[in-house]
C-alpha cells in the first residue's frame, strides 16, 4: 500500500456548494490521492449554523463555527461561503499564511480582485477561481491557459442559471416569473439574495471576470453596464417568440473601436437580449450556461453545461483543488495575473448592435411616416417594421385607436438608437415606448 504524505484542507462554507464539495472528497478520497500523490485531508468545515440541514450526509464532527483556526492549520483553503466580509478577510488570511485558495466567489473576485491577487502574487500563493464563472464549465482555465498564445476578440454568453432558468420556463411554459424564481431558489441556483440573479449582478460579475481575463486588461465591475431582467413580462417573451426569437440574458465582452477616437478599447455589458431561435444559445435550457468564445486563430469556440448546482459546481471546485495540492506536493510557480495590456473600457453608447423597438401608436395616417423619419435623421437604418396588436388608448378623455409598432434595425451605434428612442418618445403620433431590447447573434 501506498504512504501518502497529508494535504491539509480546510472548506469555509458547507451549503449548496461546499456540501457537495466535502461528500466527493470525502467518497473519493483514494481516487484524490492516487491523483495527487498526496492524500487529501478534509480537516474541518467552518459554517454559521452547526445544526442547519445539508444535502449531504457529513461527519458532524468535521463542522465548527470557528473559521480562523480552521484556516491557520491548512495547506489549502477553499472559500464557498460566499458575500464579501468575512471571505475577503479569511482568503486573505490563508494567503498570508502560506496556503494556496479555491473560491467560487465571483462577487468577491469582481470587487476585491485586485487586492486578492497582489496579495497572493506577494507571497507566492495561488488563487483559483474555475466555480467563479459558469458553474461545472471549464471557462476560467481555458481562457487563463489554453488560449494565452492567442488574442481573444469577443465572448459571448449566458453566464447566469437562474435568470437562465426563469426565462427558460416562461418562454417553454409560459410558467410566471416568480413561480419560476422559487423553483429556481429551491434547486439551489440563486444567490443567497436572488436580487444578484435577477438584476444581473452575477452575471455582470462574472462579465467583469471574463473580460479582464479575455483581454488581459483589468475590467472592473462598475464599468460592466449592467441590466437585469425585471422588466421582462410574459408579454415580451411572447412577442418574441412570434417574431422567431427567445429572451436571453446574455454577457457580451468584446474588442472594439472607440468611435469617438478610433482606438481600440473593450466592452463589456450584461443584459436581456433577443436571440433567433435558430441561433444555438436559443437551444440553452435550464439552469445551464454557454460561452462563446470568439479568437483570432482559434476562431469560434463553444463551452456548454450546468452553469449552477450543488454537485456541478464542486467539480470545478475539485478541479482546482486537484491542481493546487499538485502544486504542493511538486512545487512550481502556478499561474500570475495578466493584466498588462492596459486597454480602455468603453461605455455602452460606443457598441454597435441591432435592435427592435416597440412603440404603440396612435393609428393614424402618417404615423408610418413620421417614425420612420426619425430613425434616418439620426443614421440607424431599419430592416422591418411590422404592425402588431390594435386596441384604444384614452387621450383627453376620448378613445383613440392603438397600434404595436415593431421595428427592427440593422446595425446601428448604441448612441444613436439612444438619440432615435428620445426623439420618438416625444413624436405626437407616438403614444409609448414598449420596449427596446437588443438583438444578437447573427
Ligand atoms: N449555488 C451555485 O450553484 C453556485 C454558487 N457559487 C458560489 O459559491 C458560493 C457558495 O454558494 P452556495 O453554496 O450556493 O451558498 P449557500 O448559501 O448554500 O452556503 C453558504 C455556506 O457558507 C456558510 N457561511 C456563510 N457565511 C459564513 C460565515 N460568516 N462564517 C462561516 N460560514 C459561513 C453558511 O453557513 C453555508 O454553509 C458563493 O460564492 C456562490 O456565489 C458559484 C457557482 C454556482
Ligand atoms: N446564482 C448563480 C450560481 C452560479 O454561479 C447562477 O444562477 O448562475
Ligand atoms: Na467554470
Given at each position: 500500500m501506498i504512504e501518502y504524505r497529508n494535504v491539509r484542507v480546510a472548506l469555509l462554507g458547507g451549503g449548496t456548494v461546499g456540501a457537495q464539495v466535502a461528500r466527493l472528497l470525502l467518497e473519493h478520497k483514494e481516487e484524490f490521492a492516487s491523483r495527487v500523490g498526496a492524500s487529501l485531508e478534509l480537516t474541518g468545515i467552518a459554517v454559521r449554523n452547526l445544526d442547519a440541514a445539508r444535502s449531504a450526509d457529513l461527519p458532524k464532527e468535521l463542522f465548527t463555527t470557528d473559521a480562523e483556526s480552521l484556516i491557520l492549520g491548512a495547506d489549502i483553503v477553499i472559500e464557498v461561503m460566499g458575500g464579501l466580509e468575512p471571505a475577503r478577510s479569511y482568503i486573505l488570511q490563508a494567503i498570508n499564511s502560506g496556503a494556496d485558495v479555491v473560491t467560487a466567489n465571483k462577487a468577491l473576485l469582481a470587487t476585491h480582485g485586485t487586492e486578492l491577487f497582489e496579495a497572493a502574487e506577494r507571497v507566492g500563493a495561488q488563487l483559483y477561481f474555475e466555480a467563479a464563472v459558469a458553474g461545472a464549465i471549464p471557462i476560467i482555465r481555458p481562457l487563463r491557459e489554453s488560449l494565452a498564445g492567442d488574442r481573444v476578440k469577443r465572448i459571448m454568453g449566458i453566464v447566469n442559471g437562474t435568470t437562465n432558468y426563469i426565462l427558460d420556463k416562461m418562454d417553454t411554459e409560459g410558467a410566471s416569473f416568480d413561480d419560476a424564481l422559487a423553483v429556481a431558489t429551491e434547486l439551489g441556483?440563486?444567490?443567497?439574495?436572488p436580487t444578484a440573479d435577477v438584476d444581473a449582478f452575477d452575471a455582470a460579475q462574472k462579465a467583469s471576470i471574463l473580460a479582464s481575463l479575455a483581454f488581459h486588461t483589468t475590467i472592473p465591475l462598475e464599468s460592466v453596464h449592467r441590466e437585469g431582467i425585471r422588466a421582462i413580462s410574459g408579454k415580451t417573451v411572447e412577442l418574441a417568440k412570434k417574431a422567431g426569437y427567445v429572451v436571453k440574458l446574455l454577457a457580451v465582452c468584446e474588442r472594439l473601436t472607440d468611435p469617438a477616437t478610433g482606438e481600440e478599447g473593450v466592452s463589456a455589458r450584461v443584459y436581456p437580449a433577443l436571440i433567433s431561435r435558430e441561433h444555438p444559445l436559443a437551444a440553452v435550457h435550464k439552469a445551464n450556461n454557454a460561452v462563446f468564445v470568439e479568437a483570432e486563430a482559434a476562431g469560434s469556440l463553444m463551452f456548454y453545461g450546468a452553469g449552477a448546482g450543488g454537485p456541478e459546481t464542486a467539480s470545478a471546485v475539485l478541479g482546482d483543488l486537484v491542481s493546487a495540492a499538485r502544486r504542493h506536493v511538486i512545487g512550481g510557480p502556478g499561474l500570475g495575473a495578466s493584466t498588462h495590456a492596459n486597454l480602455p473600457v468603453l461605455p455602452i453608447s460606443a457598441i454597435t448592435t441591432r435592435y427592435h423597438v416597440t412603440l404603440l401608436v396612435f393609428d393614424r395616417p402618417g404615423v408610418l411616416a413620421s417614425v420612420a423619419e426619425e430613425f434616418a435623421k439620426h443614421g440607424v437604418s431599419v430592416e422591418l417594421v411590422e404592425q402588431g396588436t390594435f386596441g384604444s388608448e384614452a387621450v383627453s378623455g376620448e378613445a383613440a385607436p392603438t397600434a404595436t409598432l415593431v421595428i427592427g434595425t440593422h446595425a446601428a451605434l448604441e448612441s444613436d438608437l439612444a438619440a432615435t428612442v428620445s426623439a420618438l418618445a416625444q413624436l405626437d403620433a407616438v403614444s409609448s415606448v414598449v420596449s427596446v431590447l437588443r438583438v444578437e447573434g447573427a
Open positions: 441556483y440563486a444567490e443567497a439574495d
